[in-house]
C-alpha cells in the first residue's frame, strides 16, 4: 500500500491533489491513501471562516468547498486530522470522525479508523498546558478565546487513546511529540529554524501529550507537521523495543517538502476506510464522562467494563458492517457567483453521521449541551473588529515564504510548550 | 583618537581575519564548509538554497559581542554533530522509491499483538492481520440499534425523533453522481443537504449546491463554474456583522503554475533511510521543565537562575557570557517588579 503523507493543508486540496497524480505519473505508481497531518481548513463557506482562527490577510476561501460541494472529488482517498487552523465549528459537528467531504474523512478530535488492514490513530489539535485539563467547553460561535481553545488538545481525548491496546500501525498528530528531536538530526534543524533551538535545548518543543501517546502505542511510524519544516527522526523504545519512524513535513508551496511517499506492505486492495472495533468501544465507554463543560472528565466515573464495550460494539458491527456513514452537507456551501448567500442559516446543525453513529453505539448526542462557555457570565464577546487586537501566539505563520517576516513573528508563537 | 578612515581599515583587517577563521574552521571539515549537510532532511535540490543563505558572511565581532561566543559554540556543535553520527552524507539520491524497512529487524512490541506495519519492522513470519470486518447487515439502516430502552445513558429522543422517524430513508436521496469506484456519498434529504433537526434556513433563498459534473448547476466539472478564476474578490457580506472579511480568488496563483515546482524527488525516497534509531529518553525529563496549570508558571522557575546555571555549566560558560546573562536576568526581575 502506497501512502501519500502531507503536512498543513491550508485549504490547498487542489494542489496537493494535483502534486499527488504528477509524482503517480513521474513513478509509475499508484497512491492508495493520502494523511493529512492538520491545518486542514475544511472551510465550507463564509459562515465556517469565523470558527477559522488566522490572521486576517490569510482569511482565504481556499478549494475546500469544491469538495464539499461535489463539484471536485478527491482522487484518492483522504484521512486528515485537525490542527490548530481549522473551520472548528465544523469539526466539532464531527467530533467522533465522519466524512467532511465525499471521499475525505476527518479523524475526530481523538480516533482511530481502519485503512485496509492498517490501523490508523490521530490526535487533533496542538498541545496546550493552560487548556489540557478543561473540559470542551466551547461551542460556536466561538469568541476571541475560544476560537484559539478549542482546537487546544484535551486530556479526555488523549485519556481515550491512551486505552487503546491493540497495535497501532500509523498515528498522526499536528504538533510533534515532545522530546523527538532528541532521535533525529536537530543541529540540521535549527539550522534552518534557529528560534527553535532554545525549546529544543529545554526540551520544551512539541506536545506534551503526544509524547505520551508516543510512548505508550509505539506505532511504526508516526507523522506531524505544525512547524512547517521537514524533519525525520527513529526512536527506539527502550534498549530492545519497536522503532518508531517518524517524520514531520512541510506545508504546501513550491519547493518545499511537504509531501512523502511510503510504502507499507499490506493486504491487496481494493481498500476502504472501515470502524474501528476497539475504538468504538473507547468510545462507547468513556462517552458517559465527555466532560462538556470546563470542568475535566471524572476518569473514576465510568462504569463498563473495557471487554464488554469490545464485546457489544463487535455484534453491532457484525451486524451493520464496519463501513462509516455517508456525507452528509449540514450547511449550504460557498457559492463564487453569489458570495454574500451563505449567511441564510443561523444555527449549527447535528451532522446525522454523528447522530447515525451515536445511534448505533447507543449513546446520546451531547456535543450541543449549553456549556459554561454559553453563560452569559462567560458568554461569547464580539470578535474584534478587524482582527488587530487578536492574539495569534500559537500561529506558525501560514505564508512564511519571507523567512525574516517568520522569524519576526516566530517570536510570539508558542508551539503549544506553555 | 583614531580618524574614521583608519577606523574603517582597521574594521576590514578584522573582517578578514575573521573570514579567514572560517575558512581555517572550515577547512577542518571540508566537506561540509562550515555548514553540515544532512542528506536526510534536504535533497541535492534543495542545498543550493541553504548555501546561499549561509553565503552570507558572518562577522559578529563587534556588531554584537555575544555572537562570537554563539559562533564558537556553533562551531563546536557541528563538530559534536558529527561525532555522534547523526549523519552520514551519501551520493546515492536517484534511488527509486523502496520499501522503508525496519533498521532494526527483529523488534518488536512485546506487549502487544502484531498488526501489518508492525510486522514490517519485526520481519517475522506472523501471518497477516486477519482484524477484518465482515459485513453482515445493511449499512446504512441504524434503525435496528435503535432501542433506547436497552441504552444505559439517557437518550435525547425529543432531539431526534424528527430524523430518525425514517432512517431508512434517511441517505437515499443525493446531489451527487456516485464517482466511479469511490464510495457512494449521498447528501440527506432534500433539496441537498441537511439542516438537522432544526429546519431548513429561515430566509433567503435555496442554497445552491454543486450537483456534480452534469445537470444545472453553476458549476461545470473542472471548468472553474462562472467565476473569474484569476479576479482576487473581497468578500464582505458579513463582515459587517463580524468585522471578519475573507479573500476569495478561483484559482491560486501558486496552482497556476502546475504541479512541477511543488515535486521534489525527495518526496519518493527513504526519508529515514540514514538516521540511526535513538533510545527514547522518556517524558520525565522532559516534563520537568513544562509549565502545568496549579504549579508555579513564573519564568524563573522555567529558566534556570544565573547562579543555578552558573554551576551547573561553569566550565563551559565565558565570563562575557555570565555577565551578560546576569545583566538580563536583572532586567527580566526588573520588569516583572
Redesign the interface.
Known amino acids: 500500500m502506497k501512502i501519500a503523507v502531507e503536512g498543513c493543508m491550508h485549504g ?1 486540496l ?2 496537493v491533489y ?2 499527488i ?3 503517480e505519473r ?2 509509475g ?1 499508484k497512491i492508495d491513501l493520502l494523511l493529512c497531518c492538520g491545518d486542514f481548513q475544511a472551510v465550507r463557506n ?2 465556517d ?2 470558527s477559522l482562527n488566522v490572521p ?1 490577510k490569510y ?5 475546500f468547498w ?1 469538495y464539499y ?5 478527491a482522487p484518492i ?1 483522504t484521512i486528515f486530522i485537525g490542527g490548530n487552523h481549522e473551520a472548528s465549528n465544523y469539526l466539532w459537528e464531527l467530533y467522533y470522525g465522519g ?1 467532511a467531504a ?2 475525505i474523512y476527518f479523524l475526530g478530535f481523538a480516533g482511530v479508523v ?1 485503512f485496509g ?3 490508523i490513530g490521530g490526535l487533533s489539535g496542538i498541545y496546550s ?2 487548556d ?2 478543561l473540559g470542551h467547553h466551547e461551542r460556536p460561535p466561538y469568541n476571541e478565546r475560544t476560537i484559539r481553545s478549542v482546537y487546544h488538545v484535551r486530556e479526555y481525548d488523549v485519556h481515550k487513546l491512551m486505552q487503546v ?6 498515528f498522526l498528530s499536528h504538533d510533534w511529540p ?2 523527538i528531536t ?4 536537530w ?3 535549527v ?2 529554524k534557529r528560534h527553535f533551538e532554545n525549546e529544543i535545548r ?3 518543543l512539541g506536545s ?1 501529550a503526544a ?2 501517546l ?2 505508550k502505542l ?4 508516526w507523522f506531524s507537521a505544525h512547524l512547517h519544516c ?14 518508531t ?1 517518524f ?1 514531520a513535513l512541510d506545508k ?16 491487496p486492495g ?1 481498500y ?1 476506510i ?2 474501528d ?1 476497539e475504538w468504538l468501544a473507547i468510545t462507547r465507554k468513556f ?2 464522562i465527555f466532560p462538556l463543560t470546563f470542568k475535566n472528565a471524572n476518569f473514576g466515573g465510568t462504569q ?1 467494563e473495557m471487554q464488554d464495550c469490545q464485546q457489544w460494539v463487535r455484534s ?8 462509516p ?23 449549527y ?4 453521521q454523528t ?2 453513529l451515536l ?2 453505539l ?4 451531547l456535543l450541543d449541551s449549553v456549556s459554561e462557555s454559553r453563560v452569559p457570565t462567560h458568554g461569547p464577546t ?6 488587530s487586537s487578536v492574539e495569534y501566539s500559537e500561529e506558525i505563520p501560514i505564508d512564511d515564504a519571507d523567512e525574516v517576516e517568520e522569524f519576526a513573528e516566530i517570536d510570539d508563537v508558542e508551539t503549544g ?2 | 583618537m583614531e580618524d574614521s578612515e583608519r577606523r574603517r581599515e582597521r574594521l576590514k583587517a578584522m573582517r578578514t581575519i575573521a573570514a579567514q577563521a572560517e575558512a581555517s574552521s572550515n577547512f577542518e571539515n571540508p566537506a561540509v564548509s562550515g ?2 549537510a ?1 542528506p ?4 541535492p535540490a ?1 542545498l543550493p ?2 548555501e546561499e543563505s ?1 553565503a552570507i558572511p558572518r562577522f559578529d565581532f563587534y556588531t554584537d559581542p555575544m555572537a562570537a561566543f554563539s559562533a564558537n559554540k556553533k562551531r563546536s ?2 563538530g ?2 558529527a561525532q555522534q553520527g ?2 552520514t552524507p551519501t551520493s546515492d539520491s536517484g534511488s ?5 524497512s ?3 529487524p527483529g ?4 506487549d ?11 520481519q517475522s513470519s506472523y501471518s ?2 486477519q ?12 434503525a ?5 430502552r ?7 429522543q425529543e ?2 425523533a424528527g ?2 422517524s425514517n ?1 431508512s430513508d ?2 437515499t436521496r443525493s ?2 453522481p456516485n ?1 466511479g ?8 434529504g432534500s433539496p ?7 429546519g431548513p ?5 435555496s ?7 452534469g445537470g444545472g ?3 461545470s ?2 471548468t472553474q ?3 473569474d478564476g484569476g479576479r482576487r ?1 473581497q ?1 464582505s ?2 463582515s459587517g ?10 484559482t ?1 496563483p ?2 497556476k ?8 524527488k ?3 525516497e527513504d ?2 533511510q540514514n ?9 520525565d ?3 520537568n ?5 496549579g504549579s508555579s ?1 513564573s519564568v524563573t522557575m ?2 534556570p537562575r544565573v547562579s543555578e546555571s552558573s554551576n551547573k555549566s561553569s566550565s563551559q560558560q565565558s565570563l562575557a557570557e555570565y555577565l551578560a546573562a546576569s545583566f538580563n536576568e536583572a532586567v527580566k526581575d526588573a520588569a516583572s517588579v
Open positions: 490547498d487542489d494542489i494535483q502534486t497524480q504528477h509524482v513521474l513513478n505508481i463564509a459562515r471562516m469565523e486576517p482569511r482565504e476561501m481556499k478549494s469544491k460541494s461535489g463539484q471536485e472529488v482517498p466524512w465525499p471521499n481502519k488492514n492498517i490501523r498546558a493552560r489540557y485539563h491496546e491493540e497495535p497501532i500501525d500509523i515532545l522530546g532528541d532521535c533525529g538530526n543541529q540540521q534543524l539550522r534552518h529545554e526540551r520544551t506534551k509524547a505520551q508516543l510512548e509505539r506505532p511504526p511510524y521537514k524533519f525525520a527522526a527513529v526512536v527506539q523504545h527502550g534498549e530492545s523495543g519497536p522503532t519512524k517524520l504546501c508551496l513550491p519547493r518545499r517538502k511537504f509531501l512523502q511517499i511510503i510504502d507499507i506492505e499490506s493486504e481494493p476502504e472501515q470502524y472495533e462517552n458517559p463498563l453491532r458491527l457484525q451486524a451493520r458492517g464496519p463501513k456513514f455517508e456525507f452528509a452537507q449540514t450547511v449550504p456551501s460557498f457559492d463564487p457567483s453569489q458570495p454574500d448567500s451563505n449567511n441564510s442559516y443561523f444555527d446543525p447535528r451532522n446525522p447522530e447515525s445511534q448505533l447507543e449513546l446520546p448526542y464580539p470578535l474584534i473588529q478587524g482582527g510548550n506553555e | 555548514f553540515l544532512n536526510l532532511l534536504e535533497s534543495a538554497a541553504q549561509r556543535a557541528a559534536n554533530q547523526y549523519v527509486p522509491m523502496a520499501r522503508f525496519s533498521p532494526r523488534l518488536r512490541n512485546t502487544m499483538t502484531p498488526s501489518p506495519a508492525h510486522q514490517i519492522q519485526m497477516p492481520n482484524r477484518m470486518y465482515q459485513a453482515h447487515g445493511p449499512y446504512d439502516s441504524p435496528p440499534f435503535w432501542s433506547p436497552t441504552s444505559p445513558f439517557p437518550m435525547h432531539n431526534v430524523y430518525y432512517p434517511t441517505y446531489p451527487y464517482h469506484g469511490n464510495p457512494s456519498f449521498q447528501a440527506v441537498g443537504f441537511y439542516y438537522g433537526q432544526r434556513p429561515r430566509h433567503g433563498n442554497p445552491i449546491i454543486g450537483s456534480g459534473r448547476s453553476p458549476y466539472g473542472r463554474g462562472q467565476w474578490n468578500v457580506s458579513w456583522r463580524r468585522g471578519r472579511g475573507f479573500h476569495f480568488r478561483g491560486a501558486d496552482e503554475l502546475g504541479p512541477e515546482p511543488f515535486y521534489d525527495s518526496m519518493v526519508p529515514w538516521l540511526e534509531p535513538v533510545v527514547w529518553r522518556g517524558l525529563s522532559a516534563v521543565n513544562l509549565h502545568t496549570p508558571n522555567k529558566k
